[in-house]
């Protein structure tokens, strides 16, 4: 089914008893048929946070935690958020025996629906650390040009350092999208860390900026991004991970490699 068919931007009862059918899988084949030659445009892996997990102990006793969900880039399917929201909120009051038997019930019903592997950390609501942006931040360049519309024209090569193979950590936080379907805003803090010639940072700030009125889910946001720098600047290894802010109790964090060794662990920024 396509997203259309999903609950976004609909009125809808939180269901008070368990539903797992409510989840709402989303084919990624189509948003990356542009993409299929790009190295590492399937490796990865999509982090969420949610905020809002509940259940009932064996004694009807509430329970609350963090959880930190992983999928697999590779994966079919990916699942809508709404859905997924629906999904913990319908756990609600459904008794389990221990924690273990929560999280392996939550791991069967997400891997079902992705199709693919699904695991579920959970955290202590006090425990999930919040992490500082490591790397040159680029907010404070002035771009050479603007676009309010992604364009990967806008990416280009420092020409002072030709033929000059370095490393670079980037980030911005001024990344900005919409959601496909109901239109609200999604913002988050981009991080490239990259190994080829030296690319021009007031570029890749243009480039991240002209997403500012761009309609497409946070997954496919970081795919593009991710295969138009590969196309643009060629570089030997890249890494693209964007870490979105919360919304609907909900964040989510992509992250694409081409090569796996330079996979970085899942962190929590202070905006989230």
């Given at each position: ?106 791991e069967k019903d997400l891997s079902a629906a992705a199709q693919s592997t699904v695991q579920l950390e ?5 425990a999930l650390q919040c992490h500082e942006a490591q790397g040159i931040c680029l907010d404070q360049l002035t771009p050479l040009q603007l676009s309010t519309h ?123």
């Open positions: 089914m396509s997203v259309e068919h999903s609950l976004l931007g609909k009125d809808t009862q939180y269901p008070t008893e368990y539903q797992p059918d409510i989840l709402f899988p989303i084919a990624r084949a189509q948003s990356r048929a542009a993409y299929a030659e790009i190295p590492g445009i399937y490796q990865g892996k999509d982090w969420w946070h949610i905020f809002e997990i509940s259940w009932l102990n064996a004694q009807g006793i509430p329970q609350v935690a963090i959880g930190r969900m992983c999928l697999d880039a590779s994966s079919e399917f990916l699942i809508e958020s709404k859905s997924l929201k629906l999904y913990f909120n319908s756990l609600n009051f459904t008794r389990f025996d221990a924690q273990q038997d929560f999280v392996a019930r939550v959970l955290y202590a609501v006090d992604p364009d990967a024209s806008l990416l280009r090569l420092d020409t002072e350092h030709n033929g000059q193979i370095s490393e670079h950590l980037l980030y911005s936080h001024l990344l900005r999208s919409n959601c496909p379907v109901t239109g609200q805003p999604d913002w988050g803090t981009v991080f490239i860390r990259y190994k080829g010639e030296k690319p021009c940072y007031d570029s890749i700030l243009a480039y991240i900026i002209s997403f500012r009125q761009h309609s497409g889910f946070h997954e496919q946001c970081v795919e593009q991004i991710y295969a138009d720098l590969w196309r643009m600047l060629q570089p030997e290894q890249l890494m693209v991970y964007a870490a979105y802010t919360r919304r609907g109790g909900l964040d989510i964090n992509p992250c694409r490699v081409s090569d796996f060794a330079w996979m970085p662990k899942p962190i929590r920024l202070a905006r989230q």
